[in-house]
C-alpha cells in the first residue's frame, strides 16, 4: 500500500481549504450571523490567507507534520474567537503525530483523532453539542473504518467528507450547548452550525486533494 | 450598512491609528495590535492586561492609564484577541510584579487568553486570569458556555486598576476582581440589531415594535422578543430580572451602570437610569455609584444595559480612587 | 420609532429626573426646568448660562460645573427654551458679577434668549451673550439666518467657563467666547435622519447609500446628498470643507473635535478622527487638543461633525484649565 | 355698526384656534420636519393647552385686548422655538392696541397690524421669506380692505381667512430665507411653509368664530 500523506499532499490540502474559505467565507458569516456573532468565515480567512503566505514560503523538505503543525500555529496567531485556537490545536496535534515524511492512511486517522482530542481537550464539546466536533468526530471516525477496511486515500477521504457534511447538516435540529450558540438556547434549533460546516469544507478539501492518489 | 470605515478588512487597524492620533499620552503598538500606558513597564508594580473583540469600544482601550489598565489587546471586530497580543501587550508592560488578565467569559476569549497565560508561564511569567461573567440573560450551566462577561467588567478593571496602582500583589488583585465579578450582575436589552462590517447587514432582523431581550455584546439574539414599551415598563423588567439573580436587599448599596449599547443617545440612557434609580428606590436598594453612558457597546446597536455591583467599602474606596484614562476619569 | 421614552410629551421631564438622579453633586429644578451647579451663586462670579432645545445631550446639561457652565436651560426636543427658563436660572446662579448667555444662532434660541436679556434687563440685570454660529454648511447672508450655531459652542462654554472661574469680568468673559466662535468652524455629514419623539419618524428618508452633507443638528436635511464613500473620503471632504472657510496655515495649530451625532459609535469617530489628524499633518495643522467622541448630538442622527478652532495660546490655556462636569472632566 | 370684538369674541377666537392647533398638530409638525425640525406642531399644541387653561381661569370682565396680551405672554412661556416669541409677540402687540371693553373692526384690524409689525420687527422676515409673514400680512391687509369698505367681521374675517390660506400656499415655491428652513437653500422650495400654515388656521378660526356676528 502506497503512503497517504507526504508534504505536497498537507500543503495541497491546506491550499485546497484556503481556497474552499476563500470562495465560502460569506456563507460562513451568514450562519454565524444566525446564532453567533457573524465573524466566522472572516475569520478563517483571515487565517487561511496567512496560512497560504506561509506555506508560499516553506522549505520543500518540510515533513508534513511539520506543515500542519505550522499552519495550526499560524492559525492560533491570526485567526482569534473560539475557531483560531481550536482549529490551530486540531491540526498542532495531528501534525506532532505525523513525524515522518510520509504516513499511511492509519497513521493520518491517528493524527486527526489525535487532533480531534486536543480539540475536545480544549473546548469541552461532545457530539451533539452543535459544534466543530459533531462533524470532526464522525469524519474521523469514517477515515479510521476506511483505513481498517484497507480504502485507498481517495476512497476514504471522500467517505469522511461525507461524513463531515452529514455530520453538519445533523446539527440543524440541535439546540447549542458550547460556544456563543448556546447563549441563544432554544432559539438555537434550526441553524446549521458555523464551525462544523467549514469542518466539512476542509474535509471536502482533503477529498478533492486526493483524487489523483 | 451605513458606517465610517474604510474597508471592513481594515476597520481594527484604522481605528487603531484613531486612537493613536487622539491620545498621544498612550502607546498605540499598530503592529502588535496592542495599546498600553507609556510609562510601562513600572518596576513593582502588577501588570493589568484586557482586551476582547473590537465594537466594544470605549472598552478596553479606552480604560488603559494610570488607574486602571496597563494594556489592552483590541482583536478583530467581535472577535476576540490572539496570544500573540497578549504576549505582546505583557512584554510592553510587565514589571515584573505579576500579570493579571481580565478576561470575558466567551469560549474565544478564554481559549485566547489561556493559550497566551499558558505561553506566558513556559517564558517564565505567571499569569493570573479574572473570568467576567455577569449577564444574568445566560443560565450558568454545563449546558452552556458559562455566563458571559458584558458590563461588569468595568467595574472589574477599575477596582483591579485601583489595587494594582496602590502596588499591590497580583493575589490580592485578582481577588478583588473576582470579587467584584461576582457581586455583580447584568442583563441587556436591545432594540436594534447591530451590524458587523463583515457581514454587511444587521445580525438579526427585528420588526419596528419588537425589541431583543437578554441580548449580548456581540449581536447575536437575545433569548427572547417582546414588544417594545415605555422606558418605564422596560426599566423595571431589567431591574426586575438582575435583581432576581442577585442578593441584594434593602439597605444595601450598589454602584449602577446603564450603559448604552453604541446606538442610543445619552438622554435615552438618562431617561432609563432615571427609572432604574425609581425602581431600586422603592425596593430600599441606594445606588452609591453610578455610570451613565456607552461603556461598553456592541458596535451600533440600540438599546441599553444594566449593571448592578453589590458594594461593599474597600470597592465603593477604590471605586473611588483616581483614574486618568480616555474614558473614565476623575481624580 | 424605537426609543427608549415613555411618551413624546414627557421625554424633557423623564430625562431631567434620570439626570437628577445620576447627578447628586448638580441641582436639577424640573419644575423651572433648569440645571446648575449648586454651589450657584457664586459672589464676585460672572455668572455663565446656556441653553437650547434637548436631543443634543450632553449638550448642554452635561457642561455645567466648576469650570464651565453655571446653568443650562433645556428647552423641549429641539425646541428653544423660554424666557422663563433663563430667568428661573439667572436667579439661582446670578452672583451679582454679571450674567453671560451662551446662545446658538438659531431664530427661536435668539428670540427666547434675547426676550429674557431684555426682561431680565427690566430688573435690573445685564446679561452680555455670546452667538455661536460656527456651522459653514450655512452662508452666512442676509437671505439666511446666518450660521447655526454646533460643535464650536463646547470649545466657547469651556473657555468662558475657565475664565469665569477666575473671577474675570462679565465682559471679558464675553468677549473670549466671541474670539473662540470667530476662529471656530465646523460642518457635519449624516448617515442616517434623526426621528423627534413626537413626529414619530424620521426627518427625512436617506437611501442605504446616501448621505446627507451640511447637515445641523436639528434633523433638518442637510445642504446636498452625497453617495456613501470610505471614511477616509468622507473626513478628506469634511476637511477641506472646514479649511475653505477657515484661516488656517502651515504651522497654525488648532482643537478639534471629531463629534457624533447621537447614533454613531465611538469606534468609528476614533477612525474618522484619525483621517481628520492625517489630513491635517499633510497641511501642516497642528492638532494641538482634541476631543472625540458625541457632545453635541442630534438625537439618534448617525454621523460625525469636524470643528476647528485656531488656537493661540490663551485659548489653550483655558481649555487646559480644569474642568468637572459630567461630560468633560479634567484637572 | 355694531363693534366687532369683545371678550367672548377674543375667548371664542382663542378656543377655536386651539381646538384647530390639536386638530391639525400633526400636519404642521409634518410640514416642519420636512424643511425644519418637526417640532411645531407640537409647540403650537403645548402653547394652545396652556392658553386654553388661561381661559378657563379668566375674569368675564377682562378686556378683550388683556385676553390676547395674557394668552401672547402664555405663548411665550410654553412654546419657546421661534414660534412662540413671534406669536406671542403678535398676540401681546395687538391685545396692547385693544384697550376697550370692545372694539370696532377698524380698530381690530390695526391691532393685527400692530401685531405684524412686531413680528416683523422681531423676526426681521418680509413677505416672500417664507415664513408667518407670507400669511399674516395678506389676512391683515384683506381685513383692513374689508373694514374700509364697512363689512361685517363676519365677511372680513372670511376674506381673512381665505387670504392666509392663500398666502401660506404661495410659500410653496418660496425658497426660504428665514428661520430653520433658509438653512436649506434651493432644497426648501416646493414645501409649504409651517408657520405660515398655522397662520392660516389662527384666520380661519377667527372667521369660523365670527359666523354668528
Ligand atoms: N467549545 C467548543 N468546542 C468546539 N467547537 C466550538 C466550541 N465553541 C465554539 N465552537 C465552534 O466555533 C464556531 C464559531 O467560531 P467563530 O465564529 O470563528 O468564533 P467565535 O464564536 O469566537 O466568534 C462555532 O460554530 C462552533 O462550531
Ligand atoms: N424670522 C422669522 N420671522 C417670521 N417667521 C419665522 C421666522 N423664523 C421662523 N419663522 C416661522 O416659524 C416657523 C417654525 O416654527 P417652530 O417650528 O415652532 O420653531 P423652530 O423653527 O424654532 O423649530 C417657520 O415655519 C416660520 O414660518
Ligand atoms: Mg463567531
Ligand atoms: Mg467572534
Ligand atoms: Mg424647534
Ligand atoms: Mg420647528
Same sequence: chains 1, 4.
Avoid at chain 1, 469524519?139 to 473504518?145: D, K, N, P, S, T
Avoid at chain 1, 480504502?151 to 446539527?171: D, H, I, K, Q, Y
Avoid at chain 2, 447575536?220 to 417594545?228: Q, T, V, W
Wanted: aromatic content about 4%; charged content about 20%.
Amino acid at each position: 500500500m502506497s503512503y497517504a500523506i507526504d508534504h505536497d499532499l498537507a500543503v495541497a490540502w491546506l491550499r485546497a481549504a484556503a481556497a474552499a474559505v476563500e470562495q465560502r467565507h460569506q456563507e460562513l458569516t451568514e450562519l454565524d450571523a444566525a446564532i453567533g456573532d457573524g465573524d466566522h468565515g472572516s475569520n478563517l480567512r483571515r487565517g487561511f490567507v496567512a496560512v497560504t503566505e506561509l506555506l508560499d514560503s516553506l522549505d520543500p523538505a518540510t515533513p508534513p507534520g511539520t506543515v500542519l503543525i505550522r499552519a495550526g500555529t499560524t492559525l492560533i496567531s491570526k485567526v482569534g474567537g473560539a475557531s483560531g485556537p481550536l482549529y490551530g490545536s486540531v491540526l498542532r496535534a495531528a501534525g506532532t503525530a505525523l513525524p515522518a515524511p510520509t504516513a499511511d492512511l492509519t497513521a493520518l486517522a491517528e493524527a486527526l483523532r489525535a487532533g480531534l482530542t486536543a480539540l475536545q481537550k480544549l473546548g469541552g464539546a461532545a457530539v451533539g453539542d452543535k459544534t466543530i466536533v459533531d462533524a470532526f468526530e464522525p469524519a474521523v471516525a469514517a477515515l479510521e473504518r476506511a483505513a481498517f477496511d484497507g480504502f485507498t486515500l481517495r476512497e476514504a477521504s471522500a467517505l469522511a467528507a461525507e461524513a463531515a457534511e452529514a455530520g453538519a447538516r445533523a446539527t440543524i435540529p440541535l439546540e447549542a450547548r458550547k460556544g456563543r450558540a448556546s447563549y441563544l438556547g432554544p432559539r438555537s434549533v434550526d441553524h446549521q452550525d458555523p464551525g462544523a460546516t467549514s469542518t466539512a469544507l476542509l474535509f471536502a478539501a482533503l477529498a478533492e486533494v486526493s483524487s489523483p492518489h | 450598512m451605513k458606517k465610517l470605515i474604510n474597508t471592513p478588512e481594515s476597520v481594527l487597524d484604522d481605528t487603531l491609528a484613531g486612537i493613536a492620533a487622539a491620545h498621544p499620552e498612550l502607546t498605540v503598538d499598530r503592529t502588535a495590535r496592542v495599546v498600553h500606558r507609556s510609562d510601562a513597564p513600572r518596576p513593582g508594580k502588577v501588570a493589568l492586561v484586557s482586551g476582547g473583540g473590537s465594537g466594544h469600544e470605549p472598552l478596553h482601550t479606552g480604560f488603559v492609564g494610570p488607574g486602571m489598565l496597563d494594556a489592552a489587546c483590541p482583536g478583530e471586530v467581535f472577535t476576540s484577541p490572539v496570544p500573540d497580543q497578549m504576549l505582546a501587550a505583557i512584554s510592553a508592560v510587565d514589571g515584573g510584579a505579576g500579570v493579571v488578565f481580565v478576561v470575558k467569559n466567551y469560549t474565544g476569549d478564554v481559549l485566547n487568553f489561556s493559550l497566551a497565560a499558558e505561553l506566558a508561564a513556559e517564558q517564565g511569567t505567571e499569569v493570573r486570569t479574572v473570568l467576567v461573567d455577569d449577564d444574568v440573560a445566560v443560565q450558568d450551566s454545563t449546558f452552556t458556555a458559562g455566563r458571559r462577561g458584558t458590563g461588569a467588567t468595568v467595574v472589574v478593571e477599575k477596582v483591579c486598576g485601583a489595587l494594582a496602582e496602590r502596588g499591590a500583589g497580583a493575589a490580592e488583585v485578582a481577588s478583588i476582581g473576582q470579587l467584584a465579578n461576582a457581586l455583580s450582575r447584568s442583563f441587556a436589552v436591545a432594540l436594534t440589531a447591530a451590524t458587523v462590517p463583515a457581514a454587511g447587514k444587521p445580525g438579526f432582523d427585528l420588526p419596528g415594535d419588537e425589541i431583543e431581550a437578554g441580548v449580548g455584546i456581540h449581536g447575536e439574539p437575545g433569548r427572547r422578543r417582546e414588544p417594545l414599551r415605555p422606558a418605564r415598563e422596560l426599566a423595571a423588567e431589567v431591574v426586575e430580572t438582575v435583581l432576581a439573580d442577585h442578593t441584594l436587599t434593602s439597605g444595601d448599596q450598589v454602584i449602577a451602570l446603564v450603559n448604552g449599547l453604541g446606538g442610543t443617545p445619552l438622554h435615552e440612557l438618562y431617561l432609563v437610569y432615571g427609572e432604574v434609580a425609581a425602581r431600586l428606590a422603592e425596593r430600599g436598594i441606594t445606588i452609591a455609584r453610578r455610570l451613565v453612558g456607552n461603556y461598553v457597546t456592541s458596535l451600533d446597536m440600540a438599546g441599553f444595559s444594566l449593571t448592578l455591583t453589590k458594594a461593599d467599602p474597600q470597592l465603593l474606596e477604590l471605586w473611588d480612587a483616581p483614574v486618568a484614562t480616555p474614558a473614565l476619569r476623575w481624580s
